[in-house]
């Protein structure tokens, strides 16, 4: 089983829509969880960032952890055209020199005017 | 701006030249990291920098080398480029003791 496990998707919805994003990971020692968000020809940049369990709410975004079942979420609201990118989950585990961040695949998103 | 900068953003090669790509940041970072993204294997990491003169191997550092003389400096060396190191390349930085990592726009790399 790999470590992270996300659905590449693609994932297209119409403007509006809710979106779910999700990932499963097998490392209980996992602590730290972020989303990263990747436009086409661009670098991954830093959407959402929480620690250990529980919600994150930022604008339109949610960032959701549920340690006991090692499942991660992002949730969109009113989803934009200008959403449509690729959404990374990444996580680390505290200790240790590398603070080594291990990156799901990506789901391609697509948000349809 | 605070930004990390990579150059150059696209390179075609041949098997065998010896190529940089160079990789810089204004923020202070101590932390600096090279990652490549390859199609159904997302982003890992080939090489780190804890902070000047410190580096270490990250998952996939064969066919690579990296320096670090500078703090805002991080360049990733390939010193016999192969086909399979065509990929697509992040350089990253963060503060010591955050998780965040910031990244570069990429630096597309195409080895004949």
């Known amino acids: 089983q790999k470590e992270v496990e996300q659905d590449p998707g693609p994932l297209s919805v119409p403007e509006g829509a809710i979106v779910s994003l999700n990932c499963t990971y097998s490392?209980?020692?996992?602590?730290?969880f972020m989303w990263y968000r990747q436009y086409s020809r661009k670098g991954p940049e830093l959407l959402m960032y929480t620690y250990s369990s529980g919600n994150k709410e930022d604008g339109r975004f949610t960032a959701q952890v549920d340690k006991s079942s090692k499942y991660i979420s992002l949730f969109i609201r009113d989803s934009q055209p200008s959403d449509s990118a690729t959404y990374l989950c990444a996580m680390s585990e505290r200790g240790g020199s590398n603070y080594k961040l291990t990156f799901g695949k990506g789901t391609l998103l697509t948000v349809n005017p | 701006e605070a930004q990390v900068t990579q150059n150059p953003r696209y390179l075609i090669t041949v098997t065998g030249k010896k190529l940089t790509v160079t990789c810089s940041q204004n923020m202070n970072h101590e932390y600096m990291s090279w990652y490549r993204q390859d199609p159904g294997l997302g982003l890992r990491q080939i090489y780190y920098?804890?902070?000047?003169?410190?580096?270490d191997k990250g998952d996939v550092p064969e066919g690579y080398k990296v320096s670090r003389k500078e703090k805002r400096n991080f360049p990733l060396i390939l010193e016999s480029p192969s086909p399979n190191q065509t990929s697509l390349y992040f350089c990253?930085?963060?503060?010591?003791?955050?998780?965040?990592?910031?990244f570069g726009p990429g630096t597309r790399l195409l080895v004949l």
């Open positions: 920098s804890m902070n000047v003169e410190v580096t």
């Open positions: 490392n209980s020692a996992f602590q730290y």
């Open positions: 990253a930085s963060r503060i010591a003791g955050q998780e965040t990592q910031y």
